[in-house]
Every structure is written in C-alpha cells, then in structure tokens.
C-alpha cells in the first residue's frame, strides 16, 4: 500500500537508495535498501569483487547456510551496535564532555572515534526510552494524545540523567488549515513557559474538511511517534519514530526523518565557506553531520558552526519528485530556549532545546514559494517600507565630526552618486550615552540632517540597548525615567534591581522589552531626542543582548538556569558568556527564557515609537531578530569583513531571511571589519550590493575611507554611480515587490529553485533572483571577468541589450563583466513585463518624478502560437502607512499579448484611489522576443499612428524599442503594432 519514493544516502563512495513504503495502516515508514548506484571509478574496481561475490553466494547456499540465518545468529549488544550504520546513528549522549564510560550507564553503542561526523555515543537498534499512548481525545479541530512513561524505558523518571523528568505528557495536533498543522507536546499537569509571540493562527479547521486537506497526522501507540504525510503524493513528510522522544525540565528532545536532504533555512548561521566549495550555496548539508546552534550572540559571522545573533528555526524542505513534480513544505520549531538542531545524512534532524515545550507548525505548501507565504501568514507579513528606504545608504564608525560626516555628503552630491540615507555609527554620542550627541564633535549634526531633509535625503542613527547607570541622579532622563517606571532587567525574581552589565558607555542597565510599559519608556525617549536631531529612522545594534562582561559587575549565582545540565553547542563555556545571567528576570519569564527574544521585543518597541513619533512609515533595522521580527524590522547580516568569500556568502545570508520573512536584508558592502577593502573587491561589492534589498556601505573604525567617491574617478567611482542607478532605474519593480511581501507574504530576493523547483539549482547560492521577472548573476571571484551564468529551462533576454540568451532550454552561459564598467550581469525572464523609470537621480524623491518605462520580455508561445506577458505596478505616496484610513494607493496590471503580425500592450487599473497616478508619464516601452518578422509596418498608441522615427525594430536581436515624444501618461498607455 501507499507510495514508493526513492532517497538517497551517501556512504564511502557509494550511493546506497532505499525505498519508502507509506503504509496507511499505522503512519510508520518501512525503508528497503532497493540497490546501490555506484560511481564509474567504483565500478571498475568492484567489477572483480562482484563476480567473486555471485560465486561466493552460490556456494553459501548450497552449504545451506543462509546469510541472514547468520547475522540474525548473534544477539549481543555488540552485534546490536554493528547493525547501526554510522548515517543511521542517533546521539544518546548530547552536548559536551562526551566520555565512554557515561555512554555505557545509558546503556548506549560507544564508537570511540567519530565515523564520518556521526555521534560517538549512540543507541542500539533496540533501545527504548520514551513514553506510550494511554488514551486520545477527539475534538473537532484535532486530537488530544495522552501520553505516560514507558515501563520498558531504559530508565525511570527517577534515574532520567537530566533532572526533572515529566511523565506524563499531552500531545495537541490541531487542524489549522488545509495547510498547515499544529502539533505541540506539553506537560499537561504544570505550565511550562511558551514563547509569547502573537501569531496569526486564526480558527482552526473543523475535521469535516478532512477530504480538503493536503496532510494526515497518525501516531503509533508504543513507543509514542507520530507521522505527517502529504496526502497528494503519500509523501512521509516527519516520521518521529527516529531517536528518542525526551522530555525534562532542561532538555527537550525529538527527531525525525526527512523526505530529502534538500533542506533550507534554520538561522541565523553563515554557510560553507566558499573557499573550500567552489561556489557558495543556501543548501544546508546534510552529509557533513551539521549540528546549529540557537541562541543569539554578538560575534563575528566568520564560523558555520557559531550561533549568530538571531533565531529563527524555521526550515523549508524539498520532496523528492513524484510524477516529475517536486513539492515543498516548511517547518516552525517554537522555541526561544537555548537549543541545537543536528541534521544528519539519513536524512534526519534532531531538536534538542533548554526549556519551553516542544512546539511545531507544519507548512504544507506547494511551492517554496508557497510555504514562504504560509508561514508569514501565521508569523505576520512584513512590514511595508518606506520609499526612501529602498535607495542607497551610507555609514561609518568612524567619522568622528559632523562635519566629515557633512564633507561626505557634499561629495557624493559633487559626483551625482545615488545616495538616499546618511547614517552615523555609536561616534556620534557624547560618551557613548543613548539618547545624547556630542555638542563639541558633533555640534553641526542638527543642521547635517536639516540640510539632508532639504536636499530629499534621510537620516538615521543607532542607538544600543544599555543605558549607562554611571550619570549623576536626575542629570540623565533615560536612565532616571527607566528607574522611575521600573523597566529595567532585574537581578532576579527575589531581587527588583535592575542588572548592570557593561557596554560602550561603561556599566549599564538593560530596558525589559517585555514589559508592558516599556513601549511608553521607549517612545518618550525617542520623543525627546528626536525634537533635537530630527532622524527618520533607527538602527538598532547590540541586541542580542550583547554584555562586554559575562553576567554582570556582581558574577552571576550559581543555578541551573546559568548551568544548566544540557549545553548546546553554543560559543563559550556558559550560557551567560558576553550576555546577562540567565537568572535575570524579565516581565515574560527568565532571561533563561527569553534571551533571544531581546532584540525581537526591542525592534517592536521601537517600530511603535517611530510610528507614534513620526505619524508616518518608517526604518529600523536591527541586528538580532526572531520568528516574526520582519512585521516591524529589517536586518543586516552583521559584523563582515572586506574579503572576497565575505562578498559571495552574503547572498545565501539574504536569501535565508527572506525564508524567516525578513525581505528588508542586506550585508555591509565592501565589509565592515578586517583588513581594508580593496578597490576592485569593493567595486564588485557595490555591483552586488546594488541588488540587496536593503543596500548600506558600511565599514569599521580606523579602516579607510569606502564610500563611492573615495576611490578611483576614472575606474571604480563610474562602475559604482552606473550600478546604482541601474537599482534607482528599477525601483518600480522593487517597491512593487516588497508590497506583494507586505500584502501576500511573497520573497522580494529569492532562489532559482523557488521559481524553478523541478530543476536542478538547489545548490545554486551565486545568483538570485528580484521576484519572478529579474535573475541577478554578480562577479564574485577577484580577478574574474566572466562569469558562468546557470540559466533555467525558460526565455531569457540579456537586460542592458535586450538581447535573447537563451530560449527554453537551460543552458550554463559564459556572460562578461568586465571591471569598471558597473555592467551587472542582469538578465529578464520571458512572460514578464517590468516597470521602471526611464532615467535615474540621486535620490529616490527626486527619481520618482521622472517618466515609467516598461520593459517586456516575451516568453514561450501557448499553443495557438500567441504570447502573453504580464506584470505588477504599486504606487503610492512612499510614507503613509498602509492600515491607516487616509492611504490611497493604485495598483495596476500590466499585459501584453501578440501572435506572429501584431501585438498589443494595455494596463488594467485594479485600485486607483491615488489620484496623482493620472499624471503620471510613461516615455516608452522595450518589447524584447518580438516574432521574426522583416519590419514592422505601423505601430500605434491608441488610435494614434506613431511616425516611424519613435520606434526602432531589430530583427536581428527580435528588440522592439518605441519612444513616446512627448511621453504619454500612465492611465491612457494602449500600444499596439503590426508587421
């Protein structure tokens, strides 16, 4: 019964594929080993041993021994660990200190040197521990498990080598919608702490829809395991019967197989480097063992094995092909405790947390595509920026004076370089004080930022959480006030002082985020400094949150909450390593709890301080982040550095925060940290950094100078003002993008293979794609010129010259990009019509006055022969927020269509409440793939014949060009032509 999918395991060389039988009976997965397929090289070597092997076989059974008879023959628990291949093997011994002598008391497979990555201690095939069904409840939305401690357990509660063991648990699958499923495993006699997040769960689906939905929840009785099969496909999507279902006070722990190993997602962690791959890849790898680490830490991202400064254990998932088709699905681990998820070549993962309840969603979906959606509309769409938000931004730590900050400015105006936003680093406070600007260095900073304002440009500021407590009483609000109102951190549950830890401004105390009244604290700090320095939006840093000290000025108690019995494989020695003590308290819970949550509460805080401050859209962007932070954040991938494999990892980094929702991201161009950027590593950073969605240049104090205008007029300055422009040309498309995000929950950056999910780009992580329409392919290697472009089966048109690269097939393409030049390799997919601006300038305020332009790429023809292409434009006044009750926006779609002789262009206006688009200008449109035709007779807007001079036709390069003069306006563009 059920279906047969194939899986592959990578073993020594060999390809070893099994089998999966879904039986339908009782949700488990029966795995044959079908045949092995061996490289060309193994073949010849195994040619002789094959033949050998037939005969040796033979004569076995006509011995009459069987071979199974003889392996079945041995029962020793040796013979049971020898059955456990090391791709198969399941940690018994988690954590550190890994000795043979405690693997052996738990009764586990000991494996003195580590096979292949796999864990040294290990269980048997035999081996229980775990929890049986005692009874179930049926409501109408799900089902409720009753779960009690196995009697066969290897141990007892009481002998549990993790204290508190929970006996008795209750498991919750809840039927949330077609597709998406809720399983949370609790203990169901003492609250345990959850993580307090508001997700959009809605009203969950009533078991009469069963026949609608894509998934099947079962569970096996004893040992207790459950299994999530799609329903479509029989595809087994979390199978738990793998490992060992624990359930403690301060070690949680579950496994499951996977259908593939074609996983994503699970950050905040750097990939491969590059150096030793050859390109980079968003792919997490399986076959290397890959155990990541979750608990947000301030350090630099140049390990993959370190956790970063946000969490987000969230993957999506690749299924193997049925019928030629792969489908995708997504899984949310709602945890915000101390935790390691280990990934393994079975394929399998394992969740091992400190705290909270074992808590999952499960996204059905059918494309990546799709389960991104789903998952933000539980977690919450993102946030809307504003329009000034997507031109180009620029920061140093480093400045030191307003005034250089000024010279700066003034500069990058001399050169008519893009520049929307001027930021300052922490060298802008007095002491290092939040809420303060040095009046003697920084005396001019208010009139900087009026002179930005009336030049249509931004400002923006940091400010870090800790607040110094070292000021005399009543001479510094933030800190007097956050005592006043008791919004500080405290020592613990016993002890209502604040903690003070230590940061840039010495001792400080750190704003509970979770508590209620924090927001107001928040606002009115944001109120008063914004009536001297009038920014427009905020950059929060040092959230995670980050202490230059561990714990605090007093050391911090011993408790199992500092140390606990478990420790993931965090960096440091203990859990309060360059953070507060766990025992902290918070309004929420412990800090033990809710540490990684620190710089999620804090972004909320603040987006809600702006928007009472401001009355209008704003930006934060923050360094730490969690499930959902992208609703009120962006995010930029933290401290870099000026290296080459810096530069190319940074687009797998995007990619994954566009998975977590978080479409607003981008990484320090030209690096932050380490030796200084080199000017051609920072030219092709810029080309690069042209397409993050959020672009900032950013570098360190005591490096040289790295904005645009301080490096070589006549080689790199040129190839840096034309790739931005070519980003400022685009923002139509772009700013339509993060709409679709806000409203839809789609990728504004993505991978091919999320567009192209049956091809073969899973590990394509040196290209991207702008939405469905624009592939970007940058320079990544120094010294390189070309680059080897991977294009997937479909049109595809060059995008400077309109020229057609390939058509339906995929095709690797070898595609130059000579040095200086700003020329990003960028490349428009066939059916796809995206909107623009036919010239840019140097702010976005001043480019959104300029003309739309439109360009067209035809795709393949349907089967009557006629193309069709089609497109989004949004359009709004960029600041109003969108849920307020004076927004008006128009929304437009865009279509063409054409046969052999004749073609035609129209907009359809969906919404047009924003009056202002009617005088909006359109100067001409780009038809690219045009039908091989000699010439093209007429070409008409509306009814009006155009004369031939406003139009160029290219047979050759299948380019129809055509220039409105005077342009036309937005709301009456009708173009067609005929051959």
């Given at each position: ?734 700013y339509t993008l993060f709409y679709q995000a806000h409203v839809n929950g789609t990728t504004v950056a993505r991978p091919l293979f999320f567009e192209y999910p049956n091809e073969d780009v899973y590990d394509i992580g040196y290209e991207f794609m702008w939405g469905k329409a624009l592939l970007i392919a940058p320079v990544l290697e120094k010294g390189a010129h070309q680059m080897e472009v991977v294009f997937p089966s479909d049109y595809w048109y060059d995008f400077h010259t309109g020229s057609p690269i390939v058509e339906g097939i995929a095709r690797t393409v070898t595609v130059d990009s000579p040095l200086g030049e700003g020329r990003v390799p960028l490349f428009i997919r066939g059916g796809n019509i995206v909107p623009m601006f036919q010239y840019a300038n140097t702010t976005t305020t001043d480019t959104q006055k300029n003309p739309f332009w439109f360009m067209v790429a035809n795709g393949p023809p349907l089967a009557n022969g006629s193309r069709h292409c089609m497109g989004d434009l949004y359009i709004d006044d960029g600041e109003t927020p969108l849920d307020t009750q004076g927004h008006q926006y128009t929304l ?88």
């Amino acid at each position: 019964e059920g279906a047969w999918l194939t899986r592959l395991a990578k073993r020594s060389g060999v390809v070893m594929e099994y089998e999966l039988a879904a039986d339908d009976n009782d949700g488990l997965v029966e795995e044959r080993k079908i045949r092995k397929v061996y490289s060309p090289r193994t073949k010849r070597f195994l040619f002789i041993g094959v033949v050998v092997g037939v005969v040796a076989v033979v004569l076995v059974i006509l011995l009459g021994v069987g071979l199974g008879v003889g392996l079945q023959s041995s029962g020793s628990s040796r013979d049971k660990c020898k059955a456990v291949e090391s791709f198969q093997r399941f940690d018994c011994f988690p954590g550190r200190n890994t000795n043979e002598s405690e693997c052996s008391r738990r009764g586990c497979c000991w494996n003195g040197g580590v096979t292949e990555g796999s864990p040294q201690c290990f269980y048997s095939v035999d081996y229980v521990q775990g929890y049986g069904v005692s009874s179930v409840e049926h409501s109408g939305v799900g089902l409720t498990i009753h779960l009690s401690w196995l009697k066969e357990s290897h141990f007892s509660p009481e002998t549990f080598p993790y204290p508190g063991a929970v006996t008795n648990l209750a498991v919750s699958a809840l039927f949330e919608t077609n597709k998406r499923l809720h399983v949370k495993i609790y203990d169901p006699a003492n609250s345990r702490y959850e993580v307090p997040i508001k997700l959009q769960q809605g009203s969950a689906q009533h078991e009469d829809q069963h026949s609608q939905r894509d998934y099947e929840f079962s569970y096996t009785e004893s040992p207790f395991s459950f299994v999530i099969r799609r329903v479509s496909t029989k595809t087994v999507l979390f199978d738990t019967k793998y490992g060992k279902l624990l359930y403690s006070d301060q070690l949680l722990q579950i496994s499951s197989s996977l259908p593939s190993d074609l996983v994503y997602g699970l950050g905040e962690h750097i990939h491969k480097d590059p150096s030793v791959e050859s390109k980079p890849s968003q792919r997490i790898e399986l076959a290397d063992w890959r155990t990541m680490t979750f608990f947000s830490r301030d350090i630099f991202p140049e390990n993959s094995t370190w956790n970063l400064y946000g969490v987000h254990p969230f993957f999506l998932a690749i299924e193997p092909s049925v019928t030629g088709k792969r489908k995708a699905y997504g899984v949310l681990f709602l945890n915000s405790n101390a935790m390691d998820i280990a990934l393994q070549p079975l394929p399998a993962i394992t969740y091992r947390t400190t705290g909270g309840i074992l808590d999952f969603f499960f996204f059905v979906g059918d494309t990546p595509e799709d389960v991104v959606q789903q998952y933000t509309a539980l977690i919450g769409r993102p946030f809307m920026p504003p329009y000034w938000s997507l031109g180009f931004h620029l920061c140093r730590w480093g400045y030191g004076t307003s005034n250089r900050t000024q010279d700066i400015v003034n500069e990058m105006r001399s050169l008519s370089i893009s520049h929307d936003v001027q930021w300052n680093d922490i060298d802008y406070m007095r002491d290092y004080l939040d809420f303060t600007y040095d009046k003697s260095r920084f005396h001019s900073l208010p009139q900087l930022v009026n002179d930005l304002h009336d030049n249509n440009q931004k400002y923006i500021m940091i400010v870090d959480p800790g607040i110094s407590n070292m000021q005399p009483p009543g001479k510094y609000p933030p800190y007097d006030r956050g005592l006043e109102l008791g919004i500080f951190i405290n020592v613990s549950k016993t002890n209502h002082t604040p903690i003070i830890g230590q940061v840039w401004p010495g001792n400080t105390a750190f704003p509970d985020f979770t508590n209620v009244q924090s927001t107001d604290y928040w606002t009115e700090m944001i109120k008063n400094f914004h009536d001297e320095i009038p920014f427009d939006g905020l950059w929060i840093d040092m959230n995670e949150p980050s202490n230059f000290i561990s714990g605090s000025v007093d050391g911090c108690p011993k408790s199992s909450l500092n140390d606990p019995p478990f420790l993931p494989g965090f960096v440091g020695d203990r859990l309060y390593d360059k953070t507060l003590c766990m025992t902290s308290q918070q309004a929420a819970s412990e800090h033990y709890n809710v540490h990684s949550l620190y710089g999620h509460t804090e972004a909320i805080a603040t987006a809600k301080a702006l928007q009472a401050v401001l009355k209008k859209r704003s930006l934060v962007i923050s360094r730490s982040t969690f499930v959902s932070s992208g609703q009120y954040t962006g995010h930029w991938l933290g401290d870099n550095l000026s290296t080459w494999k810096d530069l190319a990892r940074s687009i797998p980094g995007i990619l994954d925060f566009s998975l977590f929702g978080i479409p607003m991201v981008g990484a320090d161009i030209c690096g932050f940290g380490g030796e200084d950027a080199t000017e051609e590593l920072c030219t092709r950073w810029m080309e690069l950094g042209s397409f993050y969605p959020f672009s900032r240049n950013h570098n360190a104090n005591n490096k040289r100078p790295q904005h645009p205008s301080s490096f070589s007029q006549t080689t790199a300055l040129p190839a840096m003002r034309a790739a931005l422009t070519l980003r400022y040309i685009l923002l139509p498309y772009l700013y339509t993008l993060f709409y679709q995000a806000h409203v839809n929950g789609t990728t504004v950056a993505r991978p091919l293979f999320f567009e192209y999910p049956n091809e073969d780009v899973y590990d394509i992580g040196y290209e991207f794609m702008w939405g469905k329409a624009l592939l970007i392919a940058p320079v990544l290697e120094k010294g390189a010129h070309q680059m080897e472009v991977v294009f997937p089966s479909d049109y595809w048109y060059d995008f400077h010259t309109g020229s057609p690269i390939v058509e339906g097939i995929a095709r690797t393409v070898t595609v130059d990009s000579p040095l200086g030049e700003g020329r990003v390799p960028l490349f428009i997919r066939g059916g796809n019509i995206v909107p623009m601006f036919q010239y840019a300038n140097t702010t976005t305020t001043d480019t959104q006055k300029n003309p739309f332009w439109f360009m067209v790429a035809n795709g393949p023809p349907l089967a009557n022969g006629s193309r069709h292409c089609m497109g989004d434009l949004y359009i709004d006044d960029g600041e109003t927020p969108l849920d307020t009750q004076g927004h008006q926006y128009t929304l437009i779609k865009m279509h063409y269509k054409d046969d052999q002789k004749q073609g035609r262009m129209w907009l359809e206006t969906m919404v047009s409440e924003y009056a202002k688009y009617r005088s909006m200008r359109v100067a001409g449109v780009d038809i690219l793939g045009m039908p091989d035709n000699d010439d093209i007779q007429s070409v008409q807007l509306g009814d009006t014949n155009l004369p031939a001079s406003s139009y160029k036709f290219s047979n050759g390069n299948k380019h129809l060009q055509v220039t409105f003069s005077p342009s036309t306006t937005l709301e009456s563009l009708n173009l067609s032509w005929q051959a």
